[in-house]
């Protein structure tokens, strides 16, 4: 990282409740680990803004020059339907409904995961490891946690001892919750009667015998807790002690406070540096979630086809969305919202075909300070990743570049060279925008639609009016308008 003359990053640490001066363990390098899907049924649009929150974050690392190791797992085993210790495994019970192998099921929401993570344009991770691959860890993991007197065995499945772990260590400081509370708040769960305490959690779990997903343990044939595999996979590939840790708001607890306790149980040394919590996305005020029936698919997004939709929308106008407020404020879901995304969106990318477009001239005026503009988008994403605020100095960038194609203002050779590198990395590699073309159609489209148009030009030519409009006619039934004008003929999907 040698040119990193970059002010410093800060990030908010869910751990200290601070904004705090990013320092990695071992720079250039810094390792990230993020929460990935638990790979049961399609991803829905909260989802996307979670792994779109953490991909803007990567996204600025690699930018600041960082070599950055980006683990996020998959989960396919462990991950209960109730979310604490009961209920069935969510994979082997979608298993047993679509009649498929665990792995089946598995496979096919991972291909459809990684489907919905390229239309939006968020960059695959370094490492994408599976629960079910680190098993031998996550066994060795629990032998080491119940050795040091954290963990004991139940008739087959073994408890993490939160009481016992809370004697020496802070139980609930990620979460802000007390232990007295959690007691209080503590419903009857299934395993309640093999659990010391009703705030114990399965580090491993027996199988009964209809159980689909289950591996050999010094305990018996059973599967692991949800927890550990997150536990096991990040200090596997990031080392013990890594620089930050994402996911979504909601993992906090239980997932991320028993993440941190069974390191510290295993191995003594607190796993994590820097806790950053993405937000959620709602509807009219509440967490879209498969389970409140509020949530639809990027596909549904894209067609338009769903209640809550006017119509569809395009996969960048929802990034450009999602990035136009804060990683960690909650996102409302509205169509308006969406529609004025589209509408900014249109204006910065006419923006960029302009700047690509602009030639040199003397400036008339003062001129424009780019060194300021370039100050500003970088001092925006430093402090805490604040997508909203560099957009906006983007936009005043849009207004000179505007203001340069009407003759009002005019940049120098120079000024146009950086302006032109700064939107290239702002726009496409630090937000990941990339070019839709909807209305134009893409390369091949306009390769058809030149072949198409120059026979309809010869035809005309020849007086065979006919032929002509029979083309045009046609064109207008596939939802393609034809326009005859000065400069020419264009065309336009509808
Ligand atoms: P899951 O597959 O349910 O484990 O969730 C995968 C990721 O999506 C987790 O990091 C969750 O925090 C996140 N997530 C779930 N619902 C939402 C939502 N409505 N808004 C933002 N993130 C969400
Ligand atoms: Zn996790």
């Known amino acids: 990282m040698a040119e990193h003359t970059h002010p410093p990053l800060f990030l908010t640490n869910t751990l200290t409740r601070k904004k705090e001066e990013f320092i990695p363990l071992a720079p250039p390098h810094v390792g990230l680990y993020v929460c990935g899907p638990t790979v049961y049924s399609d991803v829905h649009l909260g989802n996307v803004r979670t ?8 996204r600025w690392l690699t930018y600041l020059g960082y070599k950055v190791r980006y683990v996020r797992n998959i ?66 993991m629990v032998e080491r946690i119940i050795a040091k007197g954290f963990a004991y065995e139940a008739n087959g499945s073994v408890y993490f001892d939160v009481p016992a772990y809370a004697q020496h260590h802070a139980y609930g400081e ?44 010094p305990w018996g044939e059973g599967f692991p807790g ?34 941190i306790a069974q390191s510290v149980a295993a191995d003594g040394e607190a796993p994590v540096r ?32 769903h209640k809550l939709l006017d119509r569809g929308y395009s996969p960048m106008t929802v990034r450009f969305f999602m990035l136009q407020s804060h990683y960690a404020s909650t996102l409302d879901f509205s169509n308006e919202a969406l529609q004025a995304a589209e509408r ?17 001239a003397p400036p008339a005026g003062e001129a424009y300070d780019v060194a300021a503009l370039e100050k500003a988008c970088v001092a925006a994403m430093n402090d805490d990743i604040n997508t909203p605020v560099m957009i906006a100095a983007l936009f005043d960038g849009v207004r000179a570049i505007n203001s340069a194609n009407d003759g009002r203002a005019a940049f120098s050779a120079d000024d146009l060279a950086r302006l032109r590198t700064l939107f290239q990395a702002m ?37 065979d009016f006919a032929a002509s409009d029979l083309i045009r006619d046609r064109l207008a039934a596939l939802g393609i308008t034809v326009k005859d004008g000065k400069e020419g003929t264009t065309w336009e999907r509808n």
């Open 51 to 58: 792994f779109l929150s953490f991909d803007t974050l990567f």
């Open 75 to 140: 989960t396919d085993v462990g991950h209960l339907v109730g979310d604490v210790d009961e209920g069935e495994d969510k994979i082997a019970k979608r298993a047993r409904l679509e009649q498929l192998e665990p792995m089946e099921v598995v496979q096919k929401y991972t291909n459809g995961f990684h489907d919905v993570m390229r239309t939006f344009n968020i960059l695959p991770p370094s490492i994408e490891p599976t629960a079910t691959a680190h098993l031998i860890e996550q066994i060795a």
């Open 174 to 217: 990620l979460s802000g919750r007390r232990i007295d509370e959690l007691v209080a708040n503590t419903r009857d769960t299934e395993g309640q009667d093999e659990k010391r305490s009703p705030l114990d959690f399965a580090l491993w779990k027996r199988a009964d015998k209809n159980h689909l997903m289950h591996w050999p343990s």
């Open 226 to 259: 949800w927890h550990l595999e997150c536990s096991v996979m990040s200090t596997k590939y990031l080392g013990r002690t890594f620089d930050i840790h994402g996911g979504g708001m909601d993992l906090k607890f239980p997932h991320h406070e028993c993440e």
């Open 274 to 305: 820097y806790w950053v919590h993405g937000n959620m996305l709602t509807v009219n005020g509440r967490k879209m979630a498969k389970s409140e029936g509020n949530g639809f698919t990027p596909e549904e997004l894209i067609t338009g086809d």
């Open 344 to 360: 900014g969106l249109q204006k910065l990318m006419a923006a960029w075909d302009t700047l690509e477009r602009l030639k040199p």
């Open 427 to 463: 726009v496409f590699d630090v937000l990941g925008l990339k070019r839709e073309a909807e209305k134009q159609g893409d390369d091949l489209s306009h390769g058809l639609m030149n072949v198409v148009l120059g026979l309809r030009a010869d035809a005309k030519a020849k007086k």
